[in-house]
């Protein structure tokens, strides 16, 4: 009868190959659990973006939906069988298309100046028409500079720095009472960029970034995580300008 036990040699080896065997069948696993995450991961930064855009782009036509009365809304005045979603709001561009258009012509101008003196005569409509008419003109004229700059400012104190956003030159009694020409710039918050501070900022204290203003509202949001590439050449970005 053949001898099965084992010299010590032998059972040493046994005991090292079932170590490596359970190493590599664990490694086996973490890969597998890392590829998965891996997966979970890159999939998520797809479909998130398109979901958000689509979520949101839903719920703005649905609001702009629900302001029209329903015994106005498109949907029950065309011979329809069903609610078209984003019907009401195609309608409403459409209004605001022909209203553009007829402001152009002299009988829209004469209802447009007859409306604005009704509301100059009216104490709290006179103050919040004048203050949105005049923050829809500064954002929305062709040649207005507002919010096309992204620049850097010494903010909260020396050898720290914030981005912030050109809303335009400082002027009034703010400008009059300083020799310096002084810049009016937006300093948005993280993550919420609607909502900041308003600094009135000595033109020769701002360094303005090349970065577009979309990038400058990206890095804010994300909170640094989102970077834009330095669209300067090498040799620039070997220069550095802040010392």
Do not use: C
Request: proline share 7%; hydrophobic share 40%; glycine share 8%.
């Amino acid at each position: 009868m053949a001898d099965t036990k084992k010299s010590p040699h032998e059972k040493k080896q046994t005991e090292k190959n079932d170590s490596l065997q359970s190493h590599k069948g664990k490694k086996a696993k973490v890969g597998l659990l890392t590829r998965i995450r891996n997966y979970l991961l890159a999939g998520t930064l797809v479909t998130a973006p398109f979901a958000i855009t689509i979520y949101l782009s839903w719920l703005l036509i649905d609001f702009v939906d629900g302001l029209i009365p329903a015994a106005y809304h498109p949907s029950h005045l065309l011979p329809l069988e069903y609610q078209i979603p984003g019907l009401g709001f195609l309608f409403v561009i459409l209004g605001l298309i022909i209203i553009g258009a007829a402001t152009t012509m002299y009988m829209g101008r004469a209802l447009v100046r007859n409306a604005e003196y009704f509301l100059s005569r009216t104490p709290v409509l006179r103050s919040l028409y004048g203050a949105i008419k005049q923050i829809l003109e500064t954002v929305m004229a062709s040649k207005s500079t507002a919010f096309r700059q992204v620049v850097l400012i010494e903010y909260p104190r020396r050898g720290m720095w914030a981005i912030g956003f050109v809303s335009g030159a400082t002027t009034g009694e703010v400008q009059n009472i300083t020799t310096r020409r002084m810049i009016n710039v937006f300093l948005p918050t993280t993550p919420n960029p609607t909502s900041g501070f308003l600094l009135f900022v000595p033109e020769e204290d701002l360094y303005v970034l090349n970065m577009s203003v979309e990038d400058g509202i990206k890095m804010v949001v994300s909170g640094g995580l989102v970077t834009p590439p330095d669209p300067r050449s090498d040799e620039e970005q070997h220069h550095p300008q802040i010392s």
